[in-house]
């Protein structure tokens, strides 16, 4: 069967912010017509950073909309015209001050597949050099390491929710496991 | 370090779709003030459905964010004063025609932290019985059945990538090798 959904008109409803939202008509695979409601996104990449140790590098950062603290990995949007790679280059540096000799691509995420058409780039990097981050007077987060079976401890313990977080995790898992 | 970042004034910005989007003026941990802007998103209840004979139960659908079809598990979201556990017994039943007897729950996930409140329940529902599904005429998918360790190994090779799905198979997987 052909799931297929048509684009009739696109409005956008809000675009002052940070990301913008659209009001797409469309035809149903079934000849009705619907609306369809959506968050416009860049896109984004998601770095695992592992120290020589084993060890990942994770964040805690207040994230507002759930009015809660998080851990997660390091992320950040993609700039206009900017390469994939050179975006998890440039949040690492910012957001963590490391610099990696080795960036493996583990995969992709949608994060948000019913309501946001952002896809998250999921990196590993490895041979890791401690710098100065370079994180903006408003980017407000702290850097901590935990190893990897601690990390996937967290995940079934509840102390990690953030999905994208535990997606690359699993994923770390997964390639470690079948490259050593 | 207090990472919280307090609400000043908070507008919607747009609200007569699906979800609404609010733009709220906050007071950073430093003192400084900056907006933040997000979706208002009532919850959701994802189901991973396993089958006697160890299939798991899921879904192809259509999201037209990303204009593709998504190989994902059955969700659906609470409605107004609906208990998290009614909510998956209604959407497993309507979108694949199962009933469960059993039903754990494996967590909760946060699929995107940055511009949604969303929140996603995640279960576990064994001792399934066939029925008829009970979906309307414009919610069109397509329901199939694959072996956990095959779920697993789509997901590395990039077959499954709604972070979501991703995200309750880990847990699934953890579950099974903890409880047998």
């Known amino acids: 069967m ?5 684009c009739i008109s ?39 950073p592992i120290l020589s140790n084993g060890n ?3 964040e805690r950062q207040f994230r507002y ?3 809660q603290v998080f851990i997660e990995l ?19 540096l910012e957001e963590t001050g490391y610099t990696a000799k080795d960036w493996v691509k583990l995969g992709i995420q949608h994060p948000c597949i ?17 710098g100065a981050h370079q994180r903006d007077e408003d980017e407000i987060l702290e850097t901590f390491e935990v190893s990897l079976a601690d ?13 994208k977080t535990i997606v690359a995790l699993f994923l770390t898992e997964k390639y470690l496991q079948s490259h050593g």
Do not use: W
């Open 74 to 92: 390091p992320a950040g949007k993609i700039d206009a015209n900017e390469e994939v790679l050179t975006t998890g280059q440039r949040e690492l």
């Open 10 to 48: 696109s409005n956008t409803v809000a675009a002052d912010g940070v990301f913008s939202v659209k009001r797409d008509l469309v035809r149903l695979p079934n000849g009705n017509t619907s609306h369809r409601d959506y968050v416009t996104h860049p896109g984004a990449v998601l770095i695992v």
């Open 56 to 58: 990942v590098v994770l």
């Open 65 to 67: 909309p759930l009015h």
């Open 114 to 130: 019913g309501y946001s058409n952002e896809v998250i780039h999921t990196y590993l990097a490895t041979g890791l050099i401690a």
């Open 151 to 163: 990390c996937l401890t967290m995940i079934q313990h509840g102390e990690i929710t953030d999905s």
């Open 2 to 6: 052909d799931l297929t959904e048509y």
